[in-house]
């Protein structure tokens, strides 16, 4: 199976907000509402920032929001801080009933 | 709070097997709730889901490790088990174990991960 495409690299100043796209196929990102998004500093362990595409766990920031259109899910994060600065991965469950995640996006905060 | 920790070594020679354990602390793997998963993510690299077991033994795997990948779980140690064997140097990673619970479709807790390398 193929890892879900994001981009390499976005990159924003304090306060903008940024998007990172997620695409998949119609057998895993278009075929459920299970698209979810990880946050991961160096040197630690992924965080789950927004599961089933829109959702945010308990104590996940409002800036942090998720999307999904057809194949492809989004993330965006609205008024940059420097913390935000991260590896960004998306999960998608998939109709083999497996999981299978995104290449990752390096966020740099200018 | 539930807390997970992986466990084994950190060495294993190519063409051997690798285990690893994950120790669940504040909550029951026999609770029913979860599905329990292994991630991995070798250097530098992205994440690669290797498989999940459920408390009753039942589990799935990633089509592309299937035939050398084996979960097991332990609820009388609140344990589950990652086998993978026939190892090569593809698969020196950081191991991480994960937890998944029904109706969120996605990993909520994770441990703190252990780096596995495959050398001679």
């Known amino acids: 199976q193929s890892d879900l495409a994001q981009p390499a690299s976005v990159s924003g100043s304090p306060g903008q907000s940024i998007t990172i796209s997620c695409t998949g196929t119609?057998?895993?990102?278009?075929?459920?509402?299970?698209v979810s998004w990880y946050q991961q500093h160096p040197g630690k362990a992924p965080k789950l920032m927004i599961s089933?595409?829109?959702n945010r766990p308990s104590g996940v920031s409002d800036r942090f929001s998720g999307s999904k259109s057809g194949n492809t899910a989004s993330l965006t994060i609205s008024g940059l801080q420097a913390e935000d600065e991260a590896d960004y991965y998306c999960?998608?469950?998939?109709?083999?009933?497996?999981?299978?995640f995104g290449g990752g996006t390096k966020l740099t905060v200018l | 709070q539930v807390q997970l920790q992986e466990s084994g070594p950190g060495l294993v020679r190519p063409s051997q097997t690798l285990s690893l354990t994950c120790t669940v602390s504040?909550?029951?793997?026999?609770?029913?709730?979860?599905?329990w998963n292994w991630i991995r993510q070798p250097a530098g690299k992205g994440l690669e889901w290797l498989g999940r077991?459920?408390?009753?033994?039942?589990?799935n795997y990633n089509p592309s490790l299937e035939s050398r990948v084996t979960l097991s779980v332990d609820t009388s140690n609140n344990q589950f088990s990652l086998r993978l064997i026939s190892v090569t140097d593809a698969d020196t990673a950081v191991y991480y174990c994960?937890?998944?619970?029904?109706?969120?479709?996605?990993?909520?807790?994770w441990g703190h991960g252990t780096m596995v390398a495959v050398s001679s």
């Open positions: 994960a937890r998944g619970p029904f109706g969120l479709a996605a990993f909520d807790v």
């Open positions: 504040g909550d029951a793997i026999s609770s029913g709730n979860y599905y």
């Open positions: 077991i459920y408390s009753s033994g039942t589990s």
């Open positions: 119609s057998s895993d990102v278009g075929a459920y509402n299970y």
């Open positions: 089933e595409v829109t």
């Open positions: 999960s998608s469950f998939t109709r083999s009933s497996s999981w299978v």
